[in-house]
Structures are given as structure tokens and as C-alpha cells.
């Protein structure tokens, strides 16, 4: 089965957007030209996961943000046509995490990138995240999308590294215990 991996950022207050979806908190800081590690995050990954709603907020990104294969786990959207600048790189599938890994495994995929809140809550609830790399902002937004939801069971995690960036976010870097 091919394998999931997370890369996202969250406010200190632990939200991934505002309630709207807006992610100006993040995108009008200064980074002083940090990637933050992305890059080499996704050096080897084959494939990006995401759900309906971080579709939505990259979709009408010029150039397309992504050159993997992007499949957007999605019921509202399943069956219904890509854009025509995204054929061939957007797959609209309506499919559980389960599903859709066993079904990249059989393409030759072996890891894949999981972005979006909803989906990393789906993916980790079915133990299918194998590390995760959030990058915590040092801004307090007060209300927003959460970047973790309710768990049917505690879910264990090993600190692989840590890092401070010049900016003052922080990355830290997990294992998924099984």
C-alpha cells in the first residue's frame, strides 16, 4: 500500500485557516525566503491527497501550484470534469483514504503527500499516516478550521527533530507510533 505523509502549517492557537478558509495569516507573513523544508519533503513523494475544501482554496492558483499528480478526494465533485488546464494533473475521486492508497499502490505510487484538515483527520483516525511535519506560526488567530479533530482513541507520536526558523515558526517533525 502506498504510504501517507503530512506537511502542513498551523497557527499557534492550532488552526490551519480561518473559519472562511483564508490563510492570510500565513501567506502575508514574511518568510524571509524560507521554504521550511518543503522542498525536500517533497522530493520523493509520487502524489498529492487532498480533500474538497484545499481544492477549492488552490484551484484557481496560476501556474497550478503542483507538479505530481493531485487527487482530490471528493464526493460533491467525483464524476464531474476537470478544469481543462488541470487535465491530466486533477483526478476527482470519490473514495475513502483505504481505498484511494490501495488504488495508487496498484499505479506504482509509493507515497503521498495528505493535505487538507478534514483528510489528515480521515487519514490519521484510519491509521494511515506514517509521519507528519507541521510548522506552528507564532500568530494567534482565535477561530478557525482545526488542524485536529475528535479521535475514537489517542493516536501515539515520537519527536523526530525540531527546528526554529528565522521567520519564528516551528517545525516539528513526527512519527507516527503504531
Given at each position: 500500500m502506498a504510504t501517507a505523509h503530512v506537511f502542513i502549517a498551523t497557527s499557534l492557537d492550532g488552526f490551519i485557516a480561518?473559519?472562511?478558509g483564508s490563510l492570510d495569516w500565513l501567506l502575508q507573513r514574511d518568510h524571509a525566503g524560507e521554504d521550511h523544508g518543503y522542498t525536500d519533503f517533497m522530493?520523493?513523494?509520487?502524489?498529492?491527497?487532498?480533500?474538497?475544501?484545499?481544492?477549492?482554496?488552490v484551484a484557481d492558483m496560476k501556474p497550478w501550484p503542483y507538479d505530481r499528480p493531485a487527487y482530490v478526494l471528493t464526493k460533491t465533485l467525483a464524476g464531474t470534469p476537470v478544469p481543462e488546464s488541470q487535465q491530466g494533473k486533477v483526478f476527482f475521486l470519490d473514495l475513502t483514504p483505504q481505498e484511494l492508497l490501495a488504488?495508487?499502490?496498484?499505479?506504482?505510487?509509493?507515497?503521498?503527500?495528505?493535505?487538507?484538515?478534514k483528510l489528515v483527520q480521515s487519514f490519521l483516525r484510519e491509521g494511515l499516516v506514517q509521519d507528519m511535519v507541521i510548522t506552528t506560526v507564532p500568530v494567534l488567530i482565535g477561530a478557525?478550521?482545526?488542524l485536529f479533530g475528535a479521535l475514537a482513541k489517542d493516536i501515539?507520536?515520537?519527536l523526530v527533530s525540531s527546528q526554529r526558523f528565522p521567520s519564528g515558526m516551528v517545525q516539528c517533525k513526527y512519527r507516527v507510533l503504531p
Open positions: 480561518r473559519p472562511d522530493a520523493d513523494k509520487d502524489a498529492i491527497v487532498m480533500g474538497h475544501g484545499t481544492y477549492t482554496t488504488k495508487l499502490a496498484r499505479e506504482q505510487v509509493q507515497k503521498v503527500y495528505v493535505d487538507g484538515g478557525g478550521r482545526p501515539d507520536l515520537e
